[in-house]
């Protein structure tokens, strides 16, 4: 009796809906029964049906909610072997596909494989058949070909050879398993500390050797630092000062670092990863351990100037960030960070810079800047971080939120900035060019005596300075209101995204990030 095909439901799509397939019983080599079994679907973007990949092999299996060759091979011994496994994998569009396969022998044999229909919820999906060899399985170049929707879909071919199988047979490397890639990621990795000119830890977060020499991370993680602490994962603390490239709109940075000992991932060819690929992360803990997590890109970005994002189906804690994205190939195909301009707006006094230990462990949005952005090798122009950040280059971090007790922008009229706010307390993040201006709202903390200054200044999104106001003084007396108001006249802003810092002296009390439309 042949055995019954049952399938698992997709996960992370679950509106994939895989149903159990009945099967043709044909004559093969011998009365061989065939059979196909359908397997699990993931998701593109391509509008005709396309051959994505199609593999042969001796042994597979459903892993991750879909199909993994795990004995990749082209050549089968007869009587040794007893079946043929080949796997495809497709994209095309959404909805129901009717996929058929043949095999033809090096004799003119042929036979109609087992056919099925497949629901895709998502435009990329696969299937594999069964072929079952027999002592009279012929010898020669077999070729199977598969069909979908009546259009060819693709082939591969296989060669059965009479005899023993050679103990020592080589075999194509399978797909690595989940503690495979666990542990290059992690061997791979790096903490980092961001630390300011005193050597405080300002935010923590993580990098990824990708080259010999060189870690890559999310330029969020290095930004307003005046030095970093690594810690490798054999233990190795060493301190970088210095930047050997970085981007900032499209969030990542490298720098040089010498350690024989770490692990290099492999960089994944440009552009082969897909929405509905299969991928992995780390996420970090607070004692710095980390844990694997697995979902799928479901989406693609391309904001002006930020390069490519990858959108993934899961989250990550802010320690996390510039950690690898990975494939289930083991290679790296992105790291996690990407800050989209709109992404900055969505809370009031939103600073992704903030080392507060919440903000580091809270989550952050399933995003991760392309691999294909990061150069191969250092460009010989390395500046230091204080450099950087002195020149504008580089933001500084707020580092005196504790005197906040909120603050937000609102719109209405313009108010004595020494009296209370006359206007609703309505936070806003978005205005239009008709706004004649916005009013930033701060309550200060009035725990204690304060005799300072108080300036505010106006960014666009590069970092570059758009206007700052008048410094002031800033008296609080102990237990009694402390809210001030600033006018922002808007109407002869252009459209885009700016930022709002609000200064205690010298130092960033609050920030909050606000778009201009037309």
Known sequence: ?????????????????????????????????????????????????????????????????????????????????????????????????????????????????????????????????????????????????????GEPAGQVTFQVVPGAKPADLPVAPALPSTADIYKLAVSSSVSIDSLDPGGKLIKRGSGVFFKQGLVATSFRVVEGASALRLRFSDGKEIRVEQLAAWNRRQDWAIFEVDSPSASIVKLADPKSWNIGDHCYWLDVNPDGGRVIHDGQIVGMQSPPRSGNGINISGIYNRWSLGGPLLNEQGQMIGILGGAFPDALLSDYGSDPQSNTPDLNMGTLGGIAIAANLLPTSASGSSRTLRDILASGDMMPIVSKQQMINFGLLSSGPASDPKQHAAVPHNWKSIFQRGDASAVAIIAFTNIENIKSTTTIKLYDLDNHLVATGKTEKLNITRGKPAERTWTLPLANLPAGFYRVDILVADDIAWRQYFKITD
């Open 1 to 149: 009796m042949p055995d019954v095909c049952r399938f698992q439901r997709l996960r992370k799509f679950p509106s994939v809906h895989l149903q159990l397939l009945a099967f043709a019983l044909l004559l093969f080599a011998g009365s061989a029964q065939l059979f196909a079994q359908q397997a699990g679907g993931v998701a593109a973007s391509v509008p005709q049906v396309r051959l994505v990949r199609g593999v042969v092999g001796a042994k597979g299996e459903q892993r991750n909610g879909g199909f993994a060759m795990t004995e990749p091979r082209s050549l089968f011994y007869v009587p040794d072997d007893r079946e043929v496994i080949v796997y495809f994998v497709w994209e095309g569009v959404v909805g129901k596909h009717h996929c058929e396969g043949t095999v033809r022998g090096p004799n003119g044999q042929f036979a109609n494989m087992s056919s099925f229909d497949y629901n895709a919820g998502q435009p990329r999906f696969g299937g594999y058949w069964k072929v079952p060899l027999s002592d009279s399985t012929s010898p020669g170049t077999w070729v199977f070909e598969t069909h979908v929707d």
